[in-house]
């Protein structure tokens, strides 16, 4: 998306006023006896028998390691320190785990997650709280509540601007090794992990398995007990986690699996580090710009170039409109006419469009639903749609491209018969969209 050569970011045309397109913390053993006898060859009864009794010595061995429901004898006989690296290893193996953890005491709060070797997702709900975590490649993703961000400790995030929204953090970023910790399932094994001194229980029934509880230190919470319950059968795994303080206790219950669930990237997340800065240029203390009826802040870096109503702001906008545009760019032509390349980064534009009619302004914002790529947001109250990528979208396809690997974003909100259309070329996605989030309607 461009504000330039472009009619996705140009003055809404007349085609579009008309409604009409214009062109992201078991197994038993299968025994299987068969002789071959070959033509001429006799095989004496006492040999046969000899072998027959062999089989069945075998065959009661096993019956005796694994006795009573599945339970193996062998594993509940392994050393505690043992036991849980094979629970780990084990799990490790299945590649996925459902767990549901529980929060009991001064706060009550809820996990639900899935973990994977590379994947996660976790949901948190609880004492006014809501939040959603994805794990995807190198970032994790997260929504949450003004409430559940304000308790985040991520350093500079505005709760006020960026509550309900989709952030997202980067390897290197602040806040990223404690959002992103416990979310793979190697990660989650570890932050239950216990240490010496142990002791170990015999074997009991829990969550309806039959297990060997192991109870120790745990690394993530020292001088507390944490008790592992681990199934005991050929394939040990991790059952139920459970530590407590005082009147607070945690309960972890492990479930599904080796049942991998899909997990993807939302789209429209923007960077979280971005907000005490852009929450601060959206002040209405800072300068204003735009006409009477279509005033704005914005944090552009420079006073902008201004415009009205030429021939490439109007473009095809329906008789009546009338067009103001406000930019910063290292481009010293029109950027705005029709043959112009896509501008050069840093590249910030403001353009405020007044349409002759309301109905006008619904069938643009209507036609704007249409385009790939951009996503429903609000600002201040006013709904609107936004886009985050990088210069080379399908956004742009046609328009000549001057930096494909620029970090673009776009945002068009409306205000009675006013259209904003908010645009910032840069290097990186976070001063990308620090500009859109800078942009506020004046009141």
Known sequence: ??????????????????????????????????????????????????????????????FVLRSGNGVDQSVVALPADQLLARAVADANGRGWT???????????????????????????????????????GSRVYFQADAKALSVSNLPGVDTASLAGRWLYLSPGDAGYE????????????????????????????????QVVAVTGEPTAAPDLSGTMYVSVTSEPLPVEFDVASGASAVRVVFSSWGNPVAVSAPSGAVPAGLSSAAASHASPAGPQYGPPGGQFTAAFPTPPRQAADTPSLLGQAPAGSHVWGYWVSPDTGDIFANSAPVPHPPTYVVLVDRLPSAAAVNAFMAQATQVPGLNPVTVDGLKGYEFLGTENNALNQGNTLTDPNAAEGDLIVSNGSVVYMVTAITATAPETARFLMSFRPAA
């Open 1 to 62: 998306m461009r504000p330039a050569g472009s009619s996705h970011l140009r003055t809404p045309s007349s085609s579009a006023a008309t409604g009409v397109p214009a062109a992201g913390e078991s197994a038993g053993d299968v025994w299987a006896v068969s002789a071959v006898r070959r033509p001429g060859v006799r095989v004496p009864k006492a040999a046969v028998a000899a072998a027959l009794a062999v089989v069945l010595a075998v065959v009661a061995a096993v």
């Open 178 to 209: 404690t959002i992103s910790k416990g979310m793979t399932l190697a990660s989650l094994l570890n932050g239950f992990k216990l240490v010496a001194p142990f002791t170990k229980s015999a074997v009991a029934t829990r969550d309806g398995q």
């Open 98 to 136: 459902h767990i549901t953890q529980t929060l009991t005491g001064a706060q009550a709060i809820t996990i639900s997650q899935d973990s994977g070797p590379s994947l996660g997702r976790q949901v948190m709900d609880g004492s006014g709280m809501h939040a959603v975590t994805l794990l995807v």
